[in-house]
C-alpha cells in the first residue's frame, strides 16, 4: 500500500514536506510497518536520546570558539601578521602593471634586432634570450617604497631607440 503522506503527517505532528524529506532521506514506502519501524529508528529514537543540555552547551562551546578566533584574527591583523587583502591586490595590480609595460616595451627594443635575422630559428631565439633578459630584470625588482620608486625608469624604456632610425 502507498503511503499517505498527509496521514503520516498527521499521526506524527509533522508537515507533509517533512514527511516527503523523510522519504528522500530513505523511508520505505511499501508497508506501514516499515515505513514507521523507519521513522522511530531515524527520527524519533535521535530526539529521545539527545540531551538537550548537553547540545545547548555544545552550541555555547563552538561560539565561544569562534568568537576566540575571531579576536585572534583581530589581534594578527593588528600585529600586522595578516596583509588586508585590498592592500594585496593593490600591490598585485601595480607588479602586474609594471610587468605588462616591460613586456609591451619588448617590441620597440629588438624589432631591428630581429629583423635581422635570416632564419626563424634564429628570431626565435633572439626573442627567448631577450623575453628571458626581461623576465630576470623583472625578477629582480625589489619591493617599492611608498614613493612609488621603481627599480627602472620606465620612460627611458617608451622612448624610441635610435638605433632604430
Known amino acids: ?14 508537515n507533509e514536506s517533512t514527511v ?37 552547551e555544545k552550541a555555547r562551546l563552538r561560539k565561544l570558539i569562534a568568537e576566540a578566533e575571531q579576536a585572534e584574527t583581530e589581534l594578527d591583523r593588528q600585529r600586522e601578521l595578516f596583509i588586508p587583502s585590498d592592500e594585496v591586490q593593490k600591490e598585485l595590480t601595480a607588479f602586474f602593471k609594471t610587468f605588462r609595460d616591460y613586456f609591451r ?3 620597440n627594443k629588438i624589432y631591428h634586432e630581429v629583423f635581422e635575422q635570416d632564419s626563424a630559428l634564429k628570431v626565435k631565439r633572439v626573442l627567448q634570450q631577450r623575453i ?12 617599492e617604497d ?5 627599480g627602472t625608469d620606465s620612460e627611458d ?3 624610441p631607440n635610435d638605433e632604430s632610425t
Open 20 to 56: 516527503r524529506g523523510w522519504i528522500d532521506r530513505g523511508m520505505p514506502q511499501e508497508t506501514d510497518a516499515e515505513a514507521t519501524a523507519w521513522i522511530v529508528e531515524n527520527v524519533l529514537k535521535p530526539l529521545r536520546d539527545t540531551d538537550t543540555k548537553e547540545q545547548i
Open 1 to 14: 500500500m502507498a503511503i499517505n503522506k498527509y496521514e503520516y503527517g498527521r499521526r506524527y505532528g509533522v
Open 132 to 143: 628571458d633578459e626581461l623576465l630576470t630584470e623583472i625578477a629582480d625588482m625589489k619591493y
Open 105 to 107: 616595451t619588448l617590441p
Open 146 to 150: 611608498k614613493q612609488g620608486k621603481q
Open 157 to 159: 624604456e617608451n622612448k
